[in-house]
């Protein structure tokens, strides 16, 4: 018989504590990830908030000469914004055709056993560290700019740029590549089917139908662009130049902010607390920017899935 | 019977179409080799410029103003740590969340999906605000100070939200059915979680894991900021001042010495190795434990 | 209804003299110890019921059989008995589902408790990606029950009719084993904790005729120990081997847009298939529709 002998009753022998203690340690592993944001908030806008304090928040957000160090300290931060602008620009030039070329690529023309060696390289490229690709661009780019009549500094934007935007071709073409590949099979079949060949295919059916995600893998390039350091800090330069001449040199926001953060500032100063008024700065940009991003990320997810 | 017999012509505008098709071919080709023809001559540039001072003296000496003389110890043993300390770190804290969101969270309650809006946001947001949070609550804040430890817990915040979405997509990928067998057998939820979806769930958490990790040892911003810019010429200690090797790359290429400029190169490629070596070990791992279900 | 029995006799597998032996040899109502009393139980998912006005009493060491077209509910039912809607988040049931007496949805009661008395077997065999021994050990060793753990295998895969073809390799993948055998490999899982209660969720659906036909004979043996309820949508399985089944058919409402399932009617084997009471019983297994 395979009935049990002790009374019948469905109640745990013990309370079950254990499952609650696991519980609450998982859900305190998730909290770390809320602290982090909350302390990204406190860290960049209370002390941005006494920054305005002494600063008035119009003059910093139009003016137009950035020199916190100077004795006659000039806080206007439109030179940080244009000088990220165009360097962002000159990265976008590189990386939007590239990546969704590539993109188109690996989605609709490639062999898998192209695909299978294709995929892993610009997975190379994606782990290729930033520092590598500044050395890259000042030592190798600016050079061959200058060899071939382009008179660049130095330092200048234009060679960031051009490298930034290698760096971010594998961020918008895998982003792209996916949102092409999940464009059903069936779509394609109806054009082949129809006698469209594989250029129209490719062009008028499943790009305008992945567009949102390959739309989401711009913005989500601009992102990076953005907030990108080492390759700015090493081949853009540090002088918060108002231009948008890309042969000379720039600072962007974030190159401001290593070169400021790693030097030997008085906290507690203006100059310390400029430090995270352009991080404050810098990080609405690219949040607004990356809400694009999820929300488009997401309408393309709920279409196919 | 029809009246006319069928065109049975089947070259058509053959012409045309084929010119165009192959431009866009072209430029798609293009467009692919930009991003590697650049890769190329990086790599080329960096192993001719950096190969002769690939030796010994870069790997055991500390930096020095002599380049003949300098080496990169303290930092490549301070990037061996940090990659040891993250591992440490966001393993546990990585995997947990994970658990957390798939297992455990109801997905209808709003503070769950604003958990993994949060998630997704951290993932993108540029590193050197990372490095802004360390320097002002750890180095600043409650006075750690710009040491090694510092270091490994702000690439560990920096590193936790890709290594959370690779865990939950592990986590995801194990099928429903061997948890409603689990299940309809008597184990709680623990049990279910730890004998049965985490042991199935482990290469692709590895995987993503370790490839979180080569790309956090090759971050510098957040390290310049919390400090590891300074002159360090001994070993690097949990509690003390350090300098990683991007953050030495980063120096020696500033240096107006071409000479540092090569010997930067060399230190290029010394971390270069370690990165494909950790890329390779992750994708070796995935292949291995291809799991047919 | 004389033209029922016809056409059950023309159905491959079922003998009319075969059935009115079973009617026989079956305990008589008063005879019978009842396991699971449900009360006008109904399942919804959200706001759309799924099943409603479920009244049944399943007996002791019977097979009892849940017959039905697609989408009658029987799957929610079966999953009822113990608690795996639980783990669906807008699954709500109402009603009463009483075990041996005991309320199975009561406050204090723990699914985990429920579960170890009533085991399930599915649809599609899912072994654990384990090997053979660890498969069956998995439940012994999470309920404590691990003492003994060889003699605990070697009984379940005996008892599932399993155990001569992989006594051998027991520490092979229990994915390298057959669809069949797999599936015997999950009763056996089962049973290795010593249930009260076996549930089985159409566990022939996805198996060769020679492979349903060995889990047809081993529940044959199995229910001289153990209690059995199955699903199935295989009519002719349900007269080999059921001793009561329960016809469940749907109830479209609402122009159409809801369909709720009900039971229609409960009753012995025989009687169901040979003069069964209600028209749209007859009309499912003389196969005019389902």
């Known amino acids: 018989m395979a009935t049990r002998a002790e009374p019948l009753t469905l109640a745990p022998p013990r309370k079950r504590w254990g499952e609650a203690v696991i519980k609450a340690l998982l859900a305190l592993c998730a909290l770390v990830s809320v602290a982090t944001t909350l302390g990204i908030v406190l860290a960049l806008f209370l002390p941005a908030i006494e920054f305005f304090q002494e600063v008035n928040f119009v003059d910093y957000i139009t ?60 997975e190379l490229l994606a782990g290729i560290p930033t520092v590598v690709f500044g050395y890259f661009a000042l030592t190798f780019v600016t050079p061959l700019l200058r060899d071939i009549g382009l008179q660049v500094l130095v330092f200048n934007a234009l060679s960031a740029g051009l490298v930034m935007g290698v760096m ?19 779509l394609r079949d109806g054009a082949y089917a129809l006698g469209s060949n594989k250029l129209q295919v490719s062009t008028r059916i499943v790009v305008p139908a992945a567009v949102s995600g390959i ?51 008085p906290t507690g100063s203006v100059e310390y607390k400029t430090i995270f008024a352009v991080g404050a700065t810098l990080f609405a940009m690219t949040l607004v920017v990356n809400a694009v991003a999820i929300r488009l990320v997401r309408r393309f997810r709920e279409a196919y899935e | 019977m029809s009246a006319t017999s069928p065109n049975v012509d089947l070259q058509g505008e053959r012409t045309r179409g084929v010119w165009r098709g192959r431009i866009f071919y072209a430029s798609l080709l293009l467009s692919l080799a930009v991003g590697f023809i650049t890769l190329g001559t990086l790599v080329v540039q960096v192993v001719t410029k950096g190969i002769a001072f690939v030796d010994p003296v870069l790997l055991t000496n500390p930096p020095s103003a002599n380049p003949e003389a300098a080496g990169a110890r303290p930092a490549i043993l301070a990037t061996l740590y940090l990659g040891i300390l993250l591992i440490a770190f966001t393993v546990p804290i990585g995997v947990g969340t994970a658990i957390y969101l798939e297992e455990y969270a109801n997905r209808n309650r709003w ?23 360390g320097l002002a609550f750890l180095v600043r804040g409650i006075g750690l100070g710009r040491i090694l430890l510092a270091g490994a817990l702000i690439l560990t915040l920096l590193v936790l939200p890709t290594v959370i979405i690779a865990a939950r997509e592990a986590i995801r990928a194990v099928p ?49 900021l919390i400090g590891a810019l300074t002159y360090i010429s001994f070993n690097p200690t949990l509690g003390g001042p350090f300098t990683a090797l991007p953050v030495q790359i980063y120096n020696w290429t500033k240096l107006p010495n071409p000479e540092f400029k090569d010997l930067a190169a060399a230190a290029i490629i010394v971390l270069l190795a370690m990165v494909l070596l950790l890329n390779a070990a992750a994708i070796w791992l995935r292949n291995h434990y291809q799991k047919k279900w | 209804m004389a033209n029922a029995e016809t056409e059950l006799v023309r159905m491959r597998g079922v003998d009319q003299l075969d059935l009115a032996e079973r009617e026989r040899h079956m305990p008589p109502p008063e005879s019978r110890e009842v396991v699971f009393d449900v009360s006008d139980l109904k399942v919804s998912y959200g706001s759309l019921p799924a099943l409603k006005n479920v009244s049944i009493q399943v007996y002791k060491n019977f097979v009892t059989s849940f017959i039905g077209p697609s989408g009658c509910g029987k799957s929610t039912f079966i999953r009822c008995f113990n608690r795996m809607n639980d783990l669906i988040p807008s699954a709500v049931v109402e009603g009463s589902v009483r075990y041996h007496g005991e309320d199975l949805y009561g406050p204090r009661v723990d699914p985990v408790e429920v579960r170890k008395r009533i085991g399930m077997v599915f649809q599609k065999p899912n072994p654990f990606p384990k090997s053979i021994y660890d498969n069956i050990a998995f439940g012994p060793r ?9 003699e605990r295998v070697e009984k379940a895969l005996g008892q599932a009719a399993l155990w001569d073809e992989v006594k051998d390799r027991l520490k092979a993948s229990a994915l390298s084993l057959s669809g069949g055998q797999q599936q015997r490999l999950c009763i056996a899982r089962c049973l290795a904790v010593e249930p009260d209660v076996l ?45 009561m089944t329960a016809f469940f058919s749907v109830e479209i409402s609402d122009e159409g847009r809801n369909r709720t399932g009900i039971l229609v009617e409960y009753d012995t084997t025989p009687k169901i298939f040979t003069h069964p009471s209600d028209k749209r019983t007859e009309d499912y297994v003389t196969g005019r529709f389902g």
């Not at chain 1, 971010?168 to 069936?186: F, K």
């Not at chain 1, 540090?238 to 926001?253: G, S, W």
């Not at chain 2, 769930?201 to 956090?216: E, F, H, K, N, Y």
């Not at chain 3, 209690?227 to 399985?237: A, G, L, R, S």
Request: charged share 15%; glycine share 8%; proline share 6%.
């Open chain 1, 63 to 122: 003016g137009t000469e950035w020199a916190p160090l100077f004795l006659q300290a000039k806080f206007g931060v439109i030179p940080l914004i244009a000088g990220t602008l165009s360097v962002t620009f000159w990265a976008c030039l590189v990386a939007i055709p590239s990546g969704l070329g590539a993109a188109i690529y690996l989605s609709e023309y490639a062999r898998p056993r192209t695909r299978n060696v294709l995929k892993p390289a610009l």
């Open chain 1, 168 to 186: 971010i071709i594998p961020t918008v073409a895998s982003l792209s590549e996916d949102a092409m590949t999940a464009v059903p099979r069936d």
């Open chain 1, 215 to 265: 739309v989401a893998a711009f913005v989500l390039g601009i992102s990076r662009a953005i907030g990108e350091t080492m390759i700015v800090l090493l081949a853009a330069g540090q002088q918060p130049n108002l231009t948008f001449d890309p042969k000379q040199a720039v600072e962007t926001m974030s190159a401001f902010i290593a070169a400021t953060g790693a030097g030997d500032v």
């Open chain 2, 111 to 133: 503070y769950n999906r604003l958990l993994e809006l949060n998630i997704q946001n951290l993932a993108a947001v540029p590193s050197i605000v990372y490095g802004i949070l």
């Open chain 2, 176 to 224: 429903g059915s061997i948890r409603d067998g689990a299940y309809a057998l008597g184990a709680t939820k623990w049990q279910v979680t730890w004998r049965q979806v985490l042991p199935a769930a482990i290469p692709g958490i590895a995987t993503g894991s370790i490839l979180a990790v080569s790309r956090a040892i090759g971050e510098t911003a957040p390290l310049i």
């Open chain 3, 142 to 150: 999470v309920l404590g029950m691990a003492d003994g753990l060889d």
């Open chain 3, 199 to 243: 549930l089985m969720d159409e566990p022939a659906s996805a198996l060769d005729p020679i492979a349903t036909t060995r889990i047809e004979d081993l529940m044959h043996d199995l229910k001289r120990n153990y209690t059995i309820v199955i699903v199935t949508h295989n009519m002719q399985q349900a007269a080999r081997i059921a001793d």
